[in-house]
Nanobody, 118 residues
Framework: QVQLAESGGGLVQPGGSLRLSCAAS????????VGWYRQAPGDQRELVAT???????TYADSVKGRFTISRDTAKNTVNLQMNSLKPDDTAVYFC????????????WGQGTQVTVSS
């Protein structure tokens, strides 16, 4: 029922910026938490950033100070502004959403490729 669709990925040079967006098929405010994960070839999917319903945010240590997560409830989107990109940021980035009532459910988008290379 719930669909998440990422956009904004692409090829960027080191030091550049990208803005990822995730469009949800239901109200962003209805989720307990939304966020972004990433997965590089051969690696496990790892947390990048999350924002909970109350507005609190969590970031991976590797992206603190460079990435910013935000929600736009009017447009039903969650965004990730990525600045000062590094080659190690290269990965497929996935949008994630969680609901906990009446039972825990987790939803994923199909991912968008981010490549940081000169």
């Amino acid at each position: 029922q719930v669909q998440l669709a990422e956009s904004g990925g692409g090829l960027v040079q080191p030091g550049g910026s990208l803005r990822l967006s995730c469009a949800a098929s239901r109200s962003i405010g209805s989720f307990t938490a939304v966020g972004w994960y990433r997965q590089a070839p051969g690696d496990q999917r790892e947390l990048v950033a999350t924002i909970v319903s109350g507005g609190g945010t969590t970031y991976a240590d590797s992206v603190k100070g460079r990435f910013t997560i935000s929600r736009d409830t009017a447009k039903n989107t969650v965004n990730l502004q990525m600045n000062s990109l590094k080659p190690d940021d290269t990965a497929v980035y996935f949008c994630n959403a969680i609901t906990v009532w009446p039972g825990r459910r987790e939803y994923w988008g199909q991912g968008t490729q981010v490549t940081v290379s000169s």
